[in-house]
């Protein structure tokens, strides 16, 4: 049988903005209550970024992941996960800022530098009340950047402070590159992948993506990796639920899709949770606690 499946669950990110949903958490009272939400729905990680408690624009504000993680850890063993992704509108020196003050037990790493395209939301999100979302859906040259520098930078900065990486890969290329880091000696054991589909200038969602995707990484790193898939949009709970078929991990949340089934907007990152569990006990999966998901993927804090 598959080991008990991984959920993560991301409540809030740096994509979507306040005026596409009412339930897209912003303050940390409200991320932290969506985070435990989602816990005791079964997510066994809680991936976080924070943003401006007055219009919610995505910020790397130490302060308020400290006040956000206090919250949590008073009521849940859940794992936290803290971006070091932030926003591709910020500096590298922003993004990790949070992660190498707290030196949390798991942080998320991008592999890669890529083309990023949100404008295509402008024609289904027309009305915006802040002027943030406008400039910040609209950029056409717009280039996340995550370049080899960057990445050996994050790897040493926060990989010595004992933190462990969610590396998220958006493309085949980005598992070469983990695969690069790996044979320098810079990654060592179990590497959690997460596996990005369906955001425009990654990989698509299809079917085909994600095998090629696992078949790539079985090759580059045999038997030694979790891997999860993270679906954009739509494609969440399809994308989650064929990983889970294939003994893998899955993650949802607010921060990749606001939908939860066509045309009806998710009114919690928990119901979203209820969905992917769903689909697991229908495959006869497991689901991992905490203390599961921190052994397995090695954490600091693991018994």
Request: aromatic letters at 6%; one cysteine or more; glycine letters at 8%.
């Amino acid at each position: 049988m598959p080991a008990p499946a991984i959920i993560t669950c991301a409540p809030t990110g740096a994509i979507h903005t306040p005026s596409m949903s009412p339930y897209l958490p912003i303050t940390p009272a409200e991320i932290a209550e969506a985070a435990l939400a989602a816990a005791d729905a079964g997510a066994a990680i809680v991936h976080l970024h924070v943003r401006d408690p007055q219009d919610g624009h995505p910020v790397q504000d130490t302060g308020l992941f400290k006040e956000l993680i206090a919250e949590i850890q008073s009521k849940s063993d859940v794992v936290i996960n803290l971006t070091t992704g932030g926003s591709p509108h910020m500096s590298v020196e922003e993004r990790i800022g949070p992660a190498v003050d707290l030196a949390p037990e798991l942080a998320s790493l991008n592999m890669g530098t890529m083309n990023m395209g949100l404008f295509p939301m402008l024609d289904r999100f027309p009305d915006l009340k802040f002027d943030w979302e406008r400039k910040h859906l609209g950029n056409k040259d717009l280039v996340f950047k995550n370049t080899f520098a960057d990445i050996e930078r994050i790897l040493k900065t926060c990989g010595d402070q004992g933190t462990r990486f969610e590396f998220e890969c958006y493309d085949t290329a980005h598992l070469y590159n983990l695969a690069h880091f790996l044979d320098r000696g810079l990654v060592q054991g179990t590497l959690f992948i997460q596996s990005v589909v369906g955001l425009l200038g990654g990989i698509g969602a299809d079917v085909e993506d994600l095998l090629h995707l696992r078949r790539t990484a079985v090759r580059l790193f045999g038997d030694q990796f979790e891997w999860s898939t993270l679906g954009a949009g739509a494609a969440q709970i399809r994308t989650g639920s064929i990983a889970l078929a294939l003994g893998a991990n899955a993650r949802v949340g607010l921060e990749d899709s606001l939908w939860d089934g066509p045309g009806k907007l998710a009114e919690s990152s928990r119901v979203q949770v209820e969905r992917i569990t769903e689909a697991a006990r229908v495959l006869y999966r497991e689901v991992a606690t905490p203390a599961e998901a921190r052994r397995r993927l090695q954490l600091r804090s693991a018994q």
